[in-house]
């Protein structure tokens, strides 16, 4: 039996093409990870300290984290003296069983609705990391769902950005309710709010300024932007999704630690992810934060912002493994 058919079979049921999506979104990750984890296993066959300690550079490498390694590493040496392990590529599954633990979370993953009336989202993040391609996206998704979709201007510092809301608006089919740049970001979500209100939309999704050369201004004026939904629809906003890029790694992290802190995150969107090879990134904010990963970016079409599923990650992460083990299990038999 292979050596990972308790992961093949967890994931049994899931759907090929998203699958295929997170293989393919996957691919740098998989290359400067996952490859160069079957490499050392390839070569050094026995599990020893020097083992361990090019592991654990790989795993760096990767941005998982140091403090998630050192926990990985310390797990992984328990189950090998546990279960009395010498041969490497015995520990191939166990380091993808842990990999997903690490992963899960027990925090509902999916995107927050109100139980009646209008669902209020809030998008928050620095400027570049990919927040209006992910609003742009979003407005799609929930237009395919039938669900009538209205966009608020928040980022009312840069006109540049109010401008490519409204492309993306346009190109989606979803109104934007905008005023000039400069304007009190909070007046425009007053603005937002009652006319989805009058026009009985499903969903707002509002944009944010990112600028972090005025950190303690862009905190506050996140915070009055808070206050003004809340008053103005009770029990709003229904997320808070702060977005980052993969590319950015461990100061992506830092960023989900500032935001997280001072704004009411909700969730995380993980953008480009299949344009980094860092995407070990993922497994770091999910340890490191009491935060739940909601939506990956894994390309630029628009149907590539996905809901992240921690074993479809894994799996994806995976695959060449799984499918080299199973030959060779085939070939066995």
């Known amino acids: 039996m292979s050596f990972f058919k308790k992961l093949v079979d967890s994931i049994a049921g899931k759907t090929e093409a998203v699958t295929q999506k997170f293989k393919e979104g996957l691919s740098k990750t998989r290359s400067a990870f996952v490859e160069r984890v079957e490499d050392l296993i390839l070569r050094r066959k026995k599990i020893d300290e020097e083992f ?49 633990g690490l992963l899960k979370s027990e925090q509902n993953t999916g995107i927050a609705r109100a139980e009646s009336g209008l669902t209020v989202i809030l998008v928050v993040g620095v400027n570049g990391v990919g927040k209006t391609t992910t609003i742009g996206k979003l407005a799609h998704r929930y237009k395919q769902q039938g669900l009538d979709v209205l966009l608020a201007a928040g980022d009312t510092f840069r006109a540049a950005a109010i401008d490519q809301l409204e492309i993306w608006g346009k190109r989606v089919g979803v109104d934007v309710i905008k005023q000039q740049p400069g304007s ?121 912002l996905q809901d992240f599923d921690s074993e479809q990650f894994v799996h994806a992460l995976f695959s060449g493994l799984i499918a080299s083990s199973e030959g060779q299990d085939q070939s066995a038999e």
């Open 184 to 304: 009190d970001p909070a007046a425009v979500m007053f603005d937002a709010i009652q006319a989805a209100k009058t026009r009985k939309a499903d969903i707002l999704i509002c944009d944010t300024a990112g600028r972090l050369q005025t950190k303690s201004n862009l905190m506050d004026e996140l915070n009055k932007i808070y206050r003004v939904i809340g008053r103005e629809i009770p029990g709003a906003p229904h997320e808070v999704l702060l977005v980052i890029d993969a590319n950015t790694g461990q100061n992506a992290l830092n960023q989900a630690k500032m935001f997280g802190e001072k704004t009411g995150v909700t969730g995380l969107v993980l953008t480009k992810l299949d344009s980094t090879a860092k995407g070990g990134i993922v497994i770091a904010i999910r340890q490191e934060l009491d935060l739940p990963v909601k939506l990956v970016g894994l390309g630029e079409k628009m149907d590539d």
């Open 52 to 100: 361990y300690e090019e592991l654990e550079e790989i795993l760096i490498g990767a941005d998982v984290g140091i403090n998630t390694v050192v926990k990985l590493i310390d797990e992984l040496r328990a189950e090998v003296r546990k279960r009395k392990i010498e041969q490497a590529a015995e520990l191939q599954p166990i380091l993808s069983e842990k990999l997903v």
